[in-house]
């Protein structure tokens, strides 16, 4: 059996080059295969895993001499830390591998949203010419909301700026400090839903957060805002969005991530027809210069510990 087993998708030249001392079992599609995983990792020393993955329950138990999980990004709740610290295994994010990719990924869903022109190539080709319907609007002195402000929001907040935005920010555990650092105007949640042009969110999923931005904190948003989801699925009602989105109460939204993954096609009808909305499949954060860091900062973490 492997020492080392990958289950989701990951750079190759990591594994061969990285890890090239350990006995790796490298496949990216296991992840949908569980009953085969539980047999892979009966004696792994690691299992390196994106967000698809649940470490927890009957695969922790399969896996009675796991010593590490490294995680192909930064979001932890498909694994079950209490559990993994209960049996002394290692949890490993790639912190800050992926902030570039996330904050890009929210200016650019931002300026594609403000202008609304996105849509209308299908027309154009075919001959029409709807210039009048989309005259959108610049980013630039634009008022960004960062719901949350750990790094990447700070990385986003610092490209917001370059593109002459206004930021503003809402985070109770962030320290006053922070926000002077970053010359980021600190508001409650209420304040900057109620203020901003664009809201991004950047907050982890827990009982606190879960359905946070609903019908309530909609109706806060100006009717021309934009709402941007990169951070976690479960933050946003998404049955209240769409409705929001549906009668224009709401100026536009990006979504990188949902309660169910993938989103299934009951979960997605929601969203069917609507031409203010922009749906991704959790790749905010992915590209292939993040994919490449991220791999190597798993590859060093994983190393470290079973090193050790």
Known sequence: MSDIVICEFMDEEAITQGLSGFDCFYDPGLVDRPDELKTRVKNARALIVRNRTQVRGPLLEAASGLRAVGRLGVGLDNIDLAACKARNIAVLPASGA?????????????????????????????????????IGREMAGKVIGLVGFGSIARLT?????????????????????????????????????????????????????????????????????????????????????????????????????????????DKGG?????????????????????????????VENVKRVLSS
């Open 270 to 298: 929601i969203f069917a027809g609507l031409p203010n909305v922009i749906l991704t499949p959790h790749i905010a954060g992915v590209t292939d210069e993040s994919n490449t860091r991220v791999s190597w900062v798993t």
């Open 98 to 134: 992926n902030d570039l990719s996330v904050a890009e990924y929210v200016i650019c869903t931002a300026m594609l949203l403000l202008r609304g022109a996105y849509g209308a190539s299908p027309d154009v080709a075919a001959g029409k010419w709807p210039r009048n319907a989309l």
């Open 157 to 265: 907040a610092k490209l917001a700026s370059a593109m002459g935005m206004q930021v503003i920010a809402s985070d109770p555990f962030a320290k006053d400090d922070v926000f002077r650092a970053a010359n980021v105007r600190r508001e409650t949640l209420d304040n900057l839903l109620s203020l901003a042009d664009v809201v991004s969110l950047h907050v982890p999923l827990t009982d606190e957060t879960r359905n946070m931005i609903g019908t309530a904190a909609l109706s806060r948003m100006r009717p021309d805002a934009i709402l941007i989801n990169a951070a976690r699925g479960g933050v946003v009602d998404e049955a209240a969005l769409a409705q929001a989105l549906a009668i224009r109460k709401l100026g536009g939204a990006a979504l990188d991530v949902f309660t169910e993954e993938p989103l299934g096609a």
